[in-house]
């Protein structure tokens, strides 16, 4: 059953259309690819699903919330059932590999020891366990990566979704980075990445892809 809808789901920036009608149900254990070229609007479809845009027009229901009529009271509920990596990263550079993945259990009241236990099963799932008292700037662009989706899975989040997530990395980083989201879509987690990395793509023989261009959805 659908764990993300979308019915005609429009999206104008000032006089600027960047979706156009977008109708679009992805179930849940899914794995979906989301191309396009640059401007295509794929940044500001996943930007709507992790809540940091509004859609202009159109309802879109996620995990079973109508995100039009969703409380305020409600949304920090589903922003943890959505974790979220970037092309950039977005660590926080003065707290360490540990304090970063750790930030999101806090905010989320859950009980030191608890948040310890959790922090460390990612960072080893991750393999970033020995780097867990270094700053974000002195780690590579993959090992930041690493930390940036360890932290997006310690909540143990039902959708990740990814933007470019591969885009600044080097082909081996690109590898492991894309390999921990098959392993999280083996346990059952719905996918969402938007990627340019069409050797990535190719070389899976997993997941559905879909295409935008100038905000317009054409399901391969
Ligand atoms: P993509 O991720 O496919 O590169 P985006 O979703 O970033 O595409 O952008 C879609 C269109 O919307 C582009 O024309 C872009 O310039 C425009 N756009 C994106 N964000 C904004 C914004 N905050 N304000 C105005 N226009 C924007
Ligand atoms: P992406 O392709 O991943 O969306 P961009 O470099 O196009 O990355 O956009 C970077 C940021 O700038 C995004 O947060 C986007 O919302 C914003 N942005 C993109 N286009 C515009 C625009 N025309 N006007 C204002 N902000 C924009």
Redo the contacts with the bound molecule.
């Keep these: 059953e659908p764990i993300i809808r979308c019915f005609n789901v429009s999206k104008w920036?000032?006089n600027?259309c960047?979706l156009k009608k977008i109708n679009l149900d992805i179930c849940t254990g899914e794995f979906v690819f989301i191309t396009?070229?640059?401007?295509?609007?794929?940044?500001?479809?996943l930007k709507i699903l992790y809540l940091d845009e509004t859609a202009s027009e159109g309802q879109i229901v996620v995990d079973g919330m109508n995100l039009a009529r969703i409380s305020k009271a409600r949304m920090p509920y589903l922003r943890r059932r959505l974790g979220v990596v970037f092309q950039d990263f977005k660590l926080i550079p003065n707290r360490t590999v540990y304090e970063n993945v750790a930030l999101v259990l806090e905010v989320a009241g859950v009980k030191k020891s608890l948040i310890r236990q959790k922090v460390l099963q990612v960072l080893r799932i991750t393999g970033m366990t020995r780097k867990i008292h270094a700053l974000p700037p002195t780690l590579s662009g993959g090992e930041q990566q690493r930390v940036a989706f360890a932290r997006a899975v310690v909540g143990e989040p039902a959708i990740i979704i990814a933007d470019e997530p591969t885009g600044s990395l080097d082909h081996d980083s690109a590898r492991i980075i894309f390999n921990l989201l098959v392993k999280y879509n083996d346990k059952g987690v719905t996918i969402l990445i938007?990627s340019h990395n069409l050797h990535l793509i190719n070389n899976t023989n997993r997941g559905r892809h879909i295409h935008?261009t100038n905000?317009e959805l054409q399901l391969m």
């Design positions: 920036y000032e600027l960047a396009g070229p640059s401007g295509a609007g794929k940044s500001t479809l938007a935008l905000g």
